[in-house]
């Protein structure tokens, strides 16, 4: 069996006789090309909310509640999804955000959350995650959308505009917090039962 292994090794990786280097470049580059739009259209397929709200962890619980938010239904018209919020777009973060979900399937799988009462039981856990991934990153994926050059102060409720102006000209809020998700808990989704106490 070594020396099959052996064999093959040898074959594999000695110079071609047969097929110019040129050939070999081009192969490999097709090969590339179609590899590398594989994995792209692969990694937009998992983006989109349909895929999000596939399995029933998320269709019953988080998915309603998105429903009822501002970022599902609006007067402006403009619907974020799932991957607007939870995945980066730059295409680095991106790519170790899909690997990070990876703990998701394993869960999925293993059934962490699969009845409302389970997943009821680690939503403050499931929160806490992507609060703090939120606080690393300076709520990167708000930011995205929302920018406080584009913001309009004079339209916004007084309590928002006290804050909000000061954030934007200070970089921090009276209270100290000074990235969106410090404040805007709970925007699309139920808060845990812990902060509802609050």
């Not at 339209?155 to 209270?175: F, L, N, S, T, Y």
Request: charged share 25%.
């Amino acid at each position: 069996m070594i020396r099959l292994i052996k064999r093959l090794w040898h074959w594999f990786t000695r110079p071609s006789v047969l097929i110019g280097q040129g050939v070999l470049l081009v192969i490999g580059g097709i090969g590339g090309i179609i590899f590398w739009g594989g994995f792209h259209t692969a990694m937009e397929a998992t983006n989109t909310l349909e895929f999000c709200v596939s399995c029933h962890e998320m269709r019953d619980t988080v998915y309603q509640e998105y429903k009822t938010s501002v970022h599902y239904k609006n007067a402006s018209g403009v619907r974020a999804v799932c991957s607007d919020c939870h995945v980066p777009h730059a295409w680095g973060p991106k790519v170790v955000r899909k690997i990070q979900a990876t703990n998701e399937l394993w869960h999925k799988v293993r059934g962490t959350i699969d009845t409302p009462e389970k997943f009821e039981a680690k939503r403050e856990e499931m929160a806490n995650h992507v609060w703090a991934a939120m606080t690393r990153t300076d709520s990167r994926e708000c930011r995205n959308c929302h920018s406080f050059e584009a913001m309009d102060f004079e339209k916004q409720g007084r309590r928002a505009r006290e804050k909000m102006e000061v954030v934007a000209i200070e970089g921090h809020a009276p209270d100290g917090s000074s990235t969106c998700i410090d404040c805007h808990k709970g925007i699309a989704h139920n808060l845990p039962k812990v902060e509802r106490d609050d």
